[in-house]
Nanobody, 124 residues
């Protein structure tokens, strides 16, 4: 079993930045991919970014955040980060971290361990 816990959400003005953290525990050796997702009120959960736990650390981003968000990892801490810059009100959502034992293939169902989420609110 893998557990993940997010932190770092909050209220920020448009144009500002936040860094989210996701700490994994348990059977972390089974993790291949870590991802960030978000869900805005009244909308479905959507993919934000992912990073593989390989030496290359391949990353993928949603078009809506490309160039503004950066996903990274610190394997010594079993932690993944999401640096969010140039935030706008459309980024307001609950952000979730998730872990998968599979390589990224664009399938949300591959992620079997989810955190409780952290709220990000961007004011205009």
């Amino acid at each position: 079993q893998v557990q993940v816990v997010e932190s770092g959400g909050g209220l920020v003005q448009a144009g500002g930045s936040l860094r989210l953290s996701c700490a994994a525990s348990g059977r972390t050796g089974s993790i291949y991919t870590m991802g960030w997702f978000r869900q805005a009120p009244g909308k479905e959960r959507e993919f934000v970014a992912q990073i593989t736990r390989t030496s290359i650390g391949t990353t993928t981003y949603a078009d809506s955040v490309k160039g503004r968000f950066t996903i990274s990892r610190d394997d010594t801490k079993n932690t993944v980060y999401l640096q969010m810059n140039s935030l706008n009100p459309e980024d307001t959502a609950v952000y979730y971290c998730a872990a998968s034992s599979r390589p990224w293939r664009g399938f949300v169902g591959d992620f079997t361990s989810w955190g409780q989420g952290t709220q990000v609110t961007v004011s205009s």
